[in-house]
């Protein structure tokens, strides 16, 4: 795709009706304009350690299956980087940023977990604020899509405006699915990827990790 193209798609994926245009249709266009871009991928290190918030103000909770991601049955709107029925497992480098993203209000009964990895999982780097991150892409097409990519992964949406996720989630879909087995960064045949971005709740402090599988997480 010419850097031309690339510009118009974008353009074209700006001015979308989100409310009523089809997440595949738009997982196509970002896929199609993805072709030829450079990836970042970092297996990340087994010391790693993630956060988890969740609010509940109901019954305690005691089921380690109460902390993961949630079934896909109850997944029912567009969340940041996941599209309904097809839930994501989030956690957050820091304490604080858990907490931030579950916008917890003063009386809420809320459940913070810790999670490090048995294996370092392979993860998509190309969003993150890491310093290990090498942000010049090589090419003006790499920089003006992952500058697009950048734009509409920092932008607070409102959680009763779900719809405008579909951008990023079908850009997640393409971020992390889609990879060739790699035994160097642990890419399985699912050839799926997590996902550093940074905090939109706390955009100045650390980062969040979202995986399609727990790469033999424990809590």
Same mark, same amino acid.
């Given at each position: ?26 997982? *196509? ?7 030829g ?19 509940? $103000? ?9 902390? !993961? ?11 940041? =980087? ?24 003063? !009386?809420?009964i809320?459940?913070? *977990?810790?999670? =490090? ?17 090498? *942000? ?38 393409v971020?992390?699915? !889609? ?19 940074? *905090?939109?709740? $706390?955009?100045?402090?650390?980062? $969040? ?11």
């Amino acid at each position: 795709m010419s850097i031309s193209e690339l510009r118009r798609t974008i353009q074209r994926l700006n001015r979308l009706d989100l409310d009523h245009v089809d997440f595949l249709e738009i997982v *196509s266009s970002l896929r199609a304009a993805s072709k030829g871009i450079f990836a970042s991928l970092y297996r990340g290190a087994n010391t790693e350690s993630y956060f988890r918030a969740r609010v509940h $103000n109901g019954e305690q909770l005691s089921n380690l299956n109460d902390f !993961g991601a949630p079934p896909p049955e109850l997944v029912k709107g567009f969340q940041r =980087c996941n599209p309904p029925g097809a839930p994501m497992f989030y956690t957050a480098s820091k304490r604080i940023n858990a907490l931030l993203e579950c916008d917890v209000q003063q !009386g809420d009964i809320v459940y913070l *977990s810790q999670w =490090c990895c048995k294996e370092p999982p392979p993860v998509n780097v190309v969003l993150s604020p890491l310093s290990h991150h090498d *942000s010049n892409h090589g090419s003006t097409l790499d920089e003006v899509f992952y500058t697009f990519l950048d734009t509409i992964f920092t932008r607070p949406i409102h959680a009763s405006f779900s719809n405008q996720y579909k951008l990023t989630a079908a850009a997640a879909n393409v971020l992390t699915t !889609g990879y060739l087995a790699h035994d160097a960064y642990d890419v399985r045949t699912d050839g799926t990827v997590g996902l550093l971005y940074s *905090s939109v709740a $706390n955009a100045y402090s650390g980062y $969040n990790l979202s995986m399609l599988r727990m790469h033999s997480a424990k809590s």
